[in-house]
């Protein structure tokens, strides 16, 4: 009598558990379908590093995500329900033992739904976790490109493509924020510009980077933020011109005007260094605005701007703020452009003339500056009538001109060796094609003439005689600039 065939209830279970582990491989493949690729083995790169490539690149792949709308019926190419986030060496159990250890809720009672949310809890922490590895990792160069080979910005933007965690996907940092604008700052200045600008384009966004650089009290975050809109004011014309409208219907002119307000208040109450780029970038972003086709009329027109600029060029002490000042000349130079009338008023400024010879030294390297205060300085000495003018009032001027004499001799040595600022390209509007320092050292040489003469009709008393010094530099200085008008011409 044949024995009865019994099925194997083992054999069985073996086969079901074939059968959805088959099932679900194919369904973990149709899930890496939509995210990139593992990143290749270390071996194929020339990195020297102290720390194991292929611990960077086991991080890396630890981050690659699974879609999270499947992750809970799905244990994932990780093995684990923790949304494709988790260790990969983690077993179902190490998981399950992760869950144990957590709090109890419901009075001790897991249901399957506690559980899968326990585990997608521990995972958004597993995921954090090597996420800021990686983080504090590539403030190594080396580090950084060897995750840039193998993927890891590929990684990452996947993962802000699925996640539905907050936690992953928002900048909650002043640090992050900072580097989110640095990085948006170099992809501007790249030459994919165009692709960086269509990213940031919209006026939502625009108008998070504004509220940032508006209420931040952090100095490296403002400055990061402006940089981020000065960059925007400078890249390629075909991108600018996507922003500039957008920008300027959400206020740009008025709260840079208002962040230069406020550093020019910190700055004459107390020198604090870390502020000094700050300021910087303000005025870059303020001068860069300044000669847009269009738009240039709100900052030129600005007489609380114009005010806190001349503040600046009369500081006493330039030296810490050095760029600044530089940035500032040229930004003078174009608002005078714009707004010639300003001129008459300002040439009765004498600290602020003095001032405009003290930047001389500090933009010896820069022959843009220098030309931009040759055309301040012809500008406003245009304006001065030495002959009708009292004595008393021409002496002001003179002394003012025979104290920096010194300067004056100097960049004009400085600029006959490196060819004048009339025959360097890429000027801004400020200086002319006119040769605006050939009419500054003009307009000296007549008030310095004017000056001798009234000297000489009084027999060299009254005022004249109380500053000897200053009349020897007054010689030096009509000698020198009669020289250097004789060279330009």
Same mark, same amino acid.
């Given at each position: 009598?044949? &024995?009865?065939?019994?099925?194997?209830?083992?054999?069985?279970?073996?086969?079901?558990?074939?059968?959805?582990?088959?099932?679900?491989?194919?369904?973990?493949?149709?899930?890496?379908?939509?995210?990139?690729?593992?990143?290749?083995?270390?071996?194929?790169?020339?990195?020297?590093?102290?720390?194991?490539?292929?611990?960077?690149?086991?991080?890396?792949?630890?981050?690659?995500?699974?879609?999270?709308?499947?992750?809970?019926?799905?244990?994932?190419?990780?093995?684990?329900?923790?949304?494709?986030?988790?260790?990969?060496?983690?077993?179902?159990?190490?998981?399950?033992?992760?869950?144990?250890?957590?709090?109890?809720?419901?009075?001790?009672?897991?249901?399957?739904?506690?559980?899968?949310?326990?585990?997608?809890?521990?995972?958004?922490?597993?995921?954090?976790?090597?996420?800021?590895? $990686?983080?504090?990792?590539?403030?190594?160069?080396?580090?950084?490109?060897?995750?840039?080979?193998? &993927?890891?910005?590929?990684?990452?933007?996947?993962?802000?493509? %699925?996640?539905?965690?907050?936690?992953?996907?928002?900048?909650? /940092?002043?640090?992050?924020?900072?580097?989110?604008?640095? $990085?948006?700052?170099?992809?501007? #200045?790249?030459?994919?510009?165009?692709?960086?600008?269509?990213?940031?384009?919209?006026?939502?966004?625009?108008?998070?980077?504004?509220?940032?650089?508006?209420?931040?009290?952090?100095?490296?975050?403002?400055?990061?933020?402006?940089? !981020?809109?000065?960059?925007? !004011?400078?890249? #390629?014309?075909?991108?600018?011109?996507?922003?500039?409208?957008?920008?300027?219907?959400?206020?740009?002119?008025? !709260?840079?005007?208002? $962040? &230069?307000?406020?550093?020019?208040?910190?700055?004459?109450?107390?020198?604090?260094?870390?502020?000094?780029?700050?300021?910087?970038?303000?005025?870059?972003?303020?001068?860069?605005?300044?000669?847009?086709?269009?738009?240039?009329?709100?900052?030129?027109?600005?007489?609380?701007?114009?005010?806190?600029?001349?503040?600046?060029?009369?500081?006493?002490?330039?030296?810490?703020?050095?760029?600044?000042?530089?940035? %500032?000349?040229?930004?003078?130079?174009?608002?005078?452009?714009?707004?010639?009338?300003?001129?008459?008023?300002?040439?009765?400024?004498?600290?602020?003339?003095?001032?405009?010879?003290?930047?001389?030294? +500090?933009?010896?390297?820069?022959?843009?500056?220098?030309?931009? +205060?040759?055309?301040?300085?012809?500008?406003?000495?245009?304006?001065?009538?030495?002959?009708?003018?009292?004595?008393?009032?021409?002496?002001?001027? %003179?002394?003012?001109?025979?104290?920096?004499?010194?300067?004056?001799?100097?960049?004009?040595?400085?600029?006959?060796?490196?060819?004048?600022?009339?025959?360097?390209?890429?000027?801004?509007?400020?200086?002319?094609?006119?040769?605006?320092?050939?009419?500054? +050292?003009?307009?000296?040489?007549?008030?310095?003439?004017?000056?001798?003469?009234?000297?000489?009709?009084?027999?060299?008393?009254?005022?004249?005689?109380?500053?000897?010094?200053?009349?020897?530099? %007054?010689?030096?200085? +009509? /000698?020198?600039?009669?020289?250097?008008?004789?060279?330009?011409?």
């Amino acid at each position: 009598m044949a &024995l009865e065939s019994k099925s194997n209830p083992i054999e069985e279970e073996h086969q079901d558990e074939g059968d959805d582990v088959e099932e679900e491989i194919h369904h973990d493949e149709d899930e890496l379908a939509r995210n990139p690729s593992a990143p290749p083995d270390y071996e194929f790169f020339d990195i020297t590093t102290t720390v194991d490539p292929s611990y960077i690149i086991s991080l890396i792949r630890k981050l690659i995500p699974i879609d999270s709308v499947t992750s809970r019926d799905s244990r994932g190419v990780n093995g684990s329900d923790d949304g494709g986030r988790g260790d990969t060496n983690q077993t179902a159990e190490e998981n399950e033992d992760e869950c144990e250890k957590m709090d109890v809720v419901n009075d001790g009672s897991r249901g399957g739904e506690d559980k899968d949310t326990c585990r997608g809890l521990a995972g958004d922490e597993v995921w954090e976790e090597h996420g800021c590895v $990686l983080w504090d990792l590539a403030a190594s160069r080396t580090h950084a490109e060897l995750m840039v080979q193998n &993927l890891v910005l590929e990684v990452l933007m996947a993962n802000l493509m %699925v996640s539905q965690s907050a936690r992953v996907t928002e900048i909650y /940092d002043t640090q992050c924020l900072a580097e989110a604008c640095r $990085l948006l700052t170099l992809g501007l #200045q790249g030459s994919e510009c165009c692709t960086w600008a269509e990213a940031v384009q919209s006026e939502h966004i625009l108008c998070r980077i504004i509220w940032i650089a508006e209420n931040t009290l952090n100095p490296q975050l403002l400055e990061k933020s402006l940089g !981020l809109v000065l960059a925007i !004011l400078e890249s #390629q014309k075909e991108a600018s011109c996507t922003f500039i409208p957008s920008l300027m219907k959400l206020g740009i002119p008025s !709260l840079l005007i208002n $962040l &230069l307000d406020f550093e020019m208040s910190r700055l004459t109450e107390e020198r604090v260094p870390e502020r000094y780029s700050v300021l910087d970038v303000i005025l870059r972003a303020i001068e860069a605005l300044s000669i847009l086709d269009g738009h240039s009329q709100e900052i030129c027109s600005s007489k609380k701007l114009l005010q806190l600029v001349c503040d600046l060029i009369k500081l006493p002490d330039k030296a810490e703020v050095a760029s600044s000042c530089v940035t %500032v000349a040229v930004l003078i130079a174009n608002i005078m452009s714009d707004m010639p009338n300003l001129a008459s008023e300002m040439s009765q400024d004498l600290p602020f003339l003095q001032g405009l010879l003290e930047v001389f030294p +500090l933009a010896s390297d820069d022959v843009e500056a220098r030309c931009a +205060l040759w055309s301040i300085i012809a500008r406003l000495l245009v304006r001065v009538k030495e002959n009708d003018m009292s004595l008393s009032s021409l002496h002001q001027y %003179v002394l003012v001109l025979a104290r920096k004499s010194e300067i004056i001799e100097d960049d004009l040595i400085n600029r006959q060796l490196d060819n004048s600022c009339e025959e360097t390209k890429d000027l801004t509007s400020s200086c002319s094609k006119s040769n605006t320092r050939s009419t500054a +050292l003009k307009r000296i040489v007549s008030i310095l003439n004017q000056w001798t003469a009234s000297k000489d009709s009084l027999g060299g008393g009254g005022v004249a005689g109380e500053h000897s010094a200053d009349e020897l530099n %007054v010689g030096r200085l +009509l /000698d020198c600039c009669r020289k250097h008008i004789d060279f330009t011409e």
